[in-house]
């Protein structure tokens, strides 16, 4: 990143030390009453967990002190912030600041997903986006970011000495794969397309199911082995559950940047153009191979 204005590497640190607490305050939850409920439900209309809370404060607080970010829009905020001091800021950043809440309490791997782009874009396509990431709290804390110039490169957290260290990188996301991940408890809701695509994964495919109940998690999984996630359209959840903004966008924006690709039921989630910031997507996403079985390129 050493070519990138200053400012960019700036807010890079700001969201990769808000991790870092996160990842701090993960390893100690249980000790210290962080697990469970506010209480509280988001304007999702999902239950807010202590951690969400005091992830989002702790992602809000930081990214405050950077002044070349003068827009926020959280999972966890209703409406989108605008920080008049820092008018000037070239960037926004839309998070969602913890992933797979639900897996919390069972101490299983949650992430932070983050989507850069200029104030302007927030409700531009996909394709608008400056850089995306996520950091992954799993057995070790990993950030994973995408610039196009660079690819799409892996950080591991040292704990000892407080750094991301450069891992791997630039990755590829392998063509095919082996494994898909999908709620198969909502497979009534589905609709016959999405029905004959998970048959052919289970079937002639022979794909092994993996599935942990946190985007993140998964959609890694993917992006080193090869496969795909889905979480498309039901009859709870028509226009999917995902939402477009902060997690099917940068992570769509990840996926291509690798080699990958991600749709909606109906084209290229990089090339919707979203109506609100909280909208829901149906998502499928990882290797080429599986996704344009699902929705051929050139259709
Ligand atoms: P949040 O914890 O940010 O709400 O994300 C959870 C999530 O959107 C995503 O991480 C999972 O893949 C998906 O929901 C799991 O949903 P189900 O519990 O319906 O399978």
Redesign the pocket.
Known sequence: MAGEPVEFRALIRQVTYAAKRVSAELRVAGLQGMLGGTGRTNV?G?AVQQL?AYANGTFVNNLLRSPAISDLVS?EMAEGMHLAQHSRGKYALLF?P?????NLDANLA??SIFSVRAPRDVLATGRTQIAAGYVMYGPATICVLAIPKYGVNLFTYEPTIGEFMFTRGPLTMPSEGRSYGV?D??ESGWSPRVREFVDWLRGPAAHSTR??????G?FHRILVGGGV?L?PGDSRYPAG???LLY?GCPLAFIAECAGGRAVSEECDILDIVPAQIHQRTPLIIGSRAEVDRFLPADR
């Open positions: 999702q999902e969400d999972e969602d913890i992933d797979g809440s639900s949650v992430g709620n408890a909502n599935y942990s109940g946190a985007l993140v998964d996630y979480y559950k995902l939402r997690e």
